[in-house]
Structures are given as structure tokens and as C-alpha cells.
């Protein structure tokens, strides 16, 4: 559908979602965020949080967003929001690395968007910036003379076509990297992070975590250098499997992570009926009532990210690519819905 419609007017309609979030979740955590700062600046309470090497006020920050992280984890009102939406977002990160590499964009393009997203929610970058900048990078492609075509000689018109509509491929070394960053800058440490109960050594890890773009930058950048030589395509075929196997990857530990984390919920939680009333009730407060913030952000950050991306599904296949990724989050999860969308995206494209 994005032939069609590749004007960037379709890819701005859901922006007012992100600048929404931004404000709405600001004014709804702005008493945590408060209450959190006056006590990060206490040097004492700085060091219960997590082993901060200083007193900076980047170490100030990072144990503000500790302690939301720490709330967000080890609360059982929020500990399956937040590793549905852990998930999810690891999965937007790795699409939005595969589209930046396909379109040649600035390499900071996802390592920015991982930072933005840990520190003001996956949910507000996605719609904000980049959709926008997917939507304007696509017209672009799509407005320049297309070279090769014009130089070829097709058997038929619908070759014809076919070649100029297709988009550029990920080279296997490129999907191997982005694996490796997902993995390593993402899972790994939600991994880590569910696995262990409240205490410093999580709360070190949370600290960590705030600085795994960079990790994450790495990863995508230094492992597509070194695997060069033995990980290259020899047809269009055989790079777009590699990214396909790449989302087949990234869809298997979202589903296992998911069905891990909901049953073990299941099993300590008292009351799921209970919880789960909680959550109606928060959404459709509006954040009015003060309650939980955390778990309203939470709640609103996976919406964003799944509709933005349900939205980007719709304007790539139509309600083919719609009903895709939203079949196999019911089924799976939204990390491995949208996983499974994007494979089977790239067999078209």
C-alpha cells in the first residue's frame, strides 16, 4: 500500500500520538518524577538506589529512572506490562535497525531512538520521529530515477514493475549484527532483570541498562565489519532469508519470554481477575486519580508502540499486513506479532 500512498502526510497522522504521550505522561508522572529527584540528590539515598560512581547529575538521573524501572519490574501490577513491553519495543528497535540500513541513514538513527526510548518511552519516539522519518526516507527512495531498471531489459512488464517497486536488502552480515545488538543491548539484561528479585545487584543492572544504546550502537555497527568476508549474499534470495531469519529469532524469544513471564505472573499473583480490573480502571482514569503512574505509562507506552506499528503494517500491506501482525499477537504476543509481520514483509518486498 505505501506504492500508492507514499505521500509523507500518511506517515504524520499518528505523530500527534507521540506529542500527546509526551505531554500527557509528563503531567501524570511529573509528582513521582519529583519526589524521586529531591531524593536522588541526597548522596545517602543515591547509594541505597545503586552503586552510583559519583554525584553527578547524570548519576542524579540515572537513579530517578532506577527507580521507576525498579517499581516497574518487582510490582505485580506492572512486572507483565513491563516485560510485554520490553519485548515489544526490543522488536521496534530491530525493525527500525533493519529499515535505517535499507535506506542507507545516518548510522545513530537507532542507538538515538533506543536512548530516547528508555529515558521518555518507545511510545512517544515511535510515532514522533520515526515513522516520519521512515515515511520521508521511503519518498525519497521512491522519487529518485531508478538506474538500473531504465537499464535493463525486462521479459515482461510485471518484471518490470517488480524491480521497481522493490526495496533495497539487508545483507546477512547487517541482519547478523542487528541480531547480535537485540540480543545483547535488549534481551540479555530484561533477561538478567526477571530473573532476580529485588536488591542492589538488580538495581546495578538497571543502572546498566540505562547505557545499553551504546552497546547496542556497537553491536550494529562493528559486527556487519568483522563478518564481512563470511557472511555475504550471492542473490537478492539469499539476503532477504537472512533477515528473515533474523525476525524468526527475535519472534521465538519474544513468545518465550512472553509465555515465561505471563504464567510465572499467573502463578504468584493472588488475584489476576483482580489485576487485570486494575488496569481498565487505570486506563480509563486518564491518570486522574494519581494512582500507579508507572503502570499507566506502562499501559499507554505498549498501545503507542502497537499502533504505530499496526498503523505502519497497514500502510505497507493494507489490511493484509494488519490482520498479520494482529493474528499473531493474539496468538503470541505484540514483540512476535510484530516479528512475525515484518517476516513476512520481507518475502514481499
Same mark, same amino acid.
Given at each position: +500500500? ?15 500520538? #507521540? ?23 541526597? /548522596? ?9 560512581? #559519583? ?40 525493525? !527500525? =535497525? ?14 538515538? !531512538?533506543?536512548?530516547? #526510548?528508555?529515558? $521518555? ?5 515511535? /510515532? ?36 521497481? =517497486? ?14 547480535? @545488538? ?25 543502572? @546498566? ?13 562493528? %559486527? ?8 555475504? =549474499? ?20 519474544? @513468545? ?19 489485576? !487485570? ?16 503512574? %508507572?503502570?499507566? +505509562? ?6 503507542? $508502540? ?18 498479520? $501482525? ?6 503470541? #504476543? /505484540? ?7 515484518? +517476516?513476512?514483509?520481507? =518475502?514481499?518486498?
Amino acid at each position: +500500500m505505501s506504492r500508492t500512498k507514499n505521500s509523507i502526510l500518511f506517515y504524520l497522522v499518528v505523530s500527534p500520538l #507521540g506529542y500527546f504521550l509526551l505531554t500527557h505522561l509528563h503531567h501524570v508522572l511529573l509528582p513521582f518524577n519529583l519526589l524521586h529527584k529531591a531524593e536522588c540528590r541526597n /548522596p545517602h539515598l543515591l547509594l541505597e538506589t545503586y552503586s552510583a560512581p #559519583g554525584n553527578s547529575v547524570l548519576d542524579r538521573v540515572v537513579c530517578v529512572l532506577v527507580r521507576f524501572c525498579s517499581q516497574a519490574i518487582n510490582d505485580p501490577l506492572c512486572f507483565p506490562l513491563t516485560a510485554t513491553l520490553l519485548g515489544l519495543a526490543t522488536t521496534s528497535y530491530a525493525v !527500525m =535497525s533493519v529499515e535505517r540500513v535499507r535506506f542507507n541513514n545516518n548510522r545513530l538513527l537507532a542507538p538515538v !531512538m533506543v536512548f530516547f #526510548g528508555n529515558v $521518555i518511552g518507545t511510545g512517544v519516539i515511535a /510515532p514522533l520521529a520515526w515513522l516520519p522519518i521512515y515515511g520521508w526516507t521511503l519518498r525519497n527512495h521512491f522519487s529518485k530515477p531508478n538506474k538500473k531498471s531504465s537499464s535493463t531489459n525486462h521479459t515482461s512488464i510485471r518484471a518490470k514493475v517488480t524491480e521497481e =517497486s522493490a526495496l533495497p536488502v539487508i545483507e546477512p552480515n547487517q541482519a547478523f549484527g542487528i541480531g547480535l @545488538a537485540a540480543l545483547f543491548g535488549q534481551f540479555l539484561p530484561v533477561a538478567l532483570l526477571v530473573s532476580h528479585g529485588p536488591s542492589l545487584f538488580q538495581r546495578n543492572i538497571l543502572a @546498566a541498562f540505562q547505557y545499553f544504546p551504546i552497546t547496542y550502537a556497537l553491536f550494529e555497527w562493528i %559486527v556487519p565489519c568483522l563478518s564481512r568476508s563470511s557472511l555475504q =549474499s550471492k542473490t537478492r534470495k539469499e539476503a532477504k532469508e537472512g533477515v528473515r531469519f533474523l525476525y524468526v529469532g527475535i519472534a521465538g524469544i519474544n @513468545a518465550f519470554l512472553s509465555y515465561w513471564v505471563w504464567i510465572k505472573w499467573l502463578q504468584t499473583v493472588s488475584s489476576a481477575d483482580g489485576v !487485570m480490573k486494575q488496569w481498565v480502571d487505570l486506563f480509563f482514569s486518564f491518570g486522574s486519580t494519581g494512582e500507579n503512574p %508507572v503502570a499507566y +505509562m506502562l499501559i499507554w507506552d505498549i498501545l503507542a $508502540i502497537f499502533s504505530t506499528f499496526a498503523y505502519w503494517a497497514w500502510l505497507e500491506d493494507g489490511k493484509t499486513g494488519l490482520k498479520t $501482525i494482529c493474528r499473531n499477537t493474539l496468538l503470541f #504476543g /505484540p514483540g512476535a506479532g510484530l516479528a512475525l509481520y515484518a +517476516m513476512k514483509r520481507e =518475502s514481499r518486498i
